[in-house]
């Protein structure tokens, strides 16, 4: 036990690669929220129904994917790379993989141009809500890890779902990166039990949040 928590043997939704866990990117949006979220749903293993906001978004992450796979024309990472260092283009559900921050995810798009590598997440509405920055921020540094070699900046993006609308942009500098890397590393931390997974002490958060009903830190 550590602090009344039972030590985590294993967390849903971490892989293992050469025996480095990796945690999905998603969980920085979650760990802003209330990180006794990811305590009670990955750890403790406690199934909530998704609300209606993540259905819906789940579809129309679909409906996106469905309509630009129509055009999309197949080639490998390395051969895009190549491409966007002569013209535009751009990527969908990128898969990364980054071992040395211990992270994993798919990136909603990536726009390559010659001269940057805008990584993109669509969200619904217009508010730029710290964790989502801070999701945003996790693709860039899982982003940044796999095109390494390639010294094109990257920014970061949040768009407005469905729309051309980014209505935030910065560049992802090592300032970004090294608020991220913190941040990544208290989840690993957490994970293994050496910190205490903290709650969120505003009722708001709590009067929506989808685990209300099975948290026994629900504050109202
Ligand atoms: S009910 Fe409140 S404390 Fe519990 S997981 Fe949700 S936001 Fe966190």
């Known amino acids: 036990m550590l602090n009344g928590l039972p030590q985590p043997k294993k967390a849903l939704g971490v892989i293992q690669i050469n025996e480095r866990p990796l945690f999905p990117v998603s969980w920085l949006y979650k760990q802003e929220y209330c990180e006794y979220q990811i305590y009670l749903e990955n750890i403790a293993g ?20 469905q309509g630009f796979k129509k055009e999309a024309v197949p080639v490998s990472f390395d051969g895009m790379l190549l491409e966007s260092k002569k013209v535009q283009i751009f990527s ?5 993989k980054d071992l040395g921050h211990g992270i994993y995810g798919f990136i909603d798009e990536v726009l390559m141009t010659p001269e940057t590598f805008v990584v993109i997440d669509d ?11 801070n999701q945003v921020f996790g693709y ?5 890890s796999v095109v390494a070699q390639d010294n094109r900046p990257v920014v970061a993006a949040l768009r ?19 608020y991220i890397t913190a941040l990544i590393e208290r989840i690993h931390l957490l994970l293994v039990g050496e910190l205490e997974f903290n709650s969120s002490d505003n009722p708001n958060k709590c009067r929506a949040c989808r685990f209300r009903e099975r948290c026994d830190r629900l504050c109202l």
């Not at 209606?52 to 679909?62: I, L, N, P, R, S």
């Not at 969200?123 to 920055?133: D, W």
């Open 92 to 96: 969908r559900e990128l898969s990364v």
């Open 140 to 144: 860039c540094l899982a982003f940044q």
């Open 123 to 133: 969200k619904p509405g217009t508010k730029t809500y710290l964790s989502s920055i």
């Open 46 to 65: 406690i199934k909530v129904k998704p609300t209606k906001q993540m259905v819906a978004g789940k579809q129309a992450h679909e409906n996106l994917y």
């Open 160 to 178: 407005e779902r469905g729309t051309d609308n980014m209505y935030w942009r910065v560049p992802f500098d090592l300032e970004a990166a090294g």
